[in-house]
Nanobody, 121 residues
């Protein structure tokens, strides 16, 4: 059974940082691209970032470039999202998701349960 478990969310002040983690199990983590997606209150899903199977290729939504960094540790079956210079508009539930391909196609076949990130003073 595929499981994706996010952690690291919380309340942070504007300009602060958080690092999200996603522990994966039930599949060969190193074989697949992974994605972070978020959903702000009252809004639809928004793609955040994607990373290829070996971490060699990364991609970001325009508003996250330069502030967010996606990474992975295949030995630990863990995906990360380092978020710096957080803004109030980054407030959302952040989901870890598995891509069915080795290089991200921005498609998802499995989702985590999400972790709340709130940016507020």
């Amino acid at each position: 059974e595929v499981q994706l478990v996010e952690s690291g969310g919380g309340l942070v002040q504007p300009g602060g940082s958080l690092r999200l983690s996603c522990g994966a199990s039930g599949f060969t983590f190193a074989d697949y691209a992974m994605i972070w997606v978020r959903q702000a209150p009252g809004k639809g899903l928004e793609w955040v970032s994607a990373i290829s199977w070996n971490g060699g290729v990364t991609d970001y939504a325009e508003s996250m470039k330069g502030r967010f960094t996606i990474s992975r540790d295949n030995a630990k079956n863990t995906l990360y999202l380092q978020m710096n210079n957080l803004k109030s508009e980054d407030t959302a539930v952040y989901y870890c998701a598995k891509d069915p391909r080795t290089y991200s196609s921005w498609s998802v076949d499995y989702w985590g349960q999400g972790t709340q990130v709130t940016v507020s003073s």
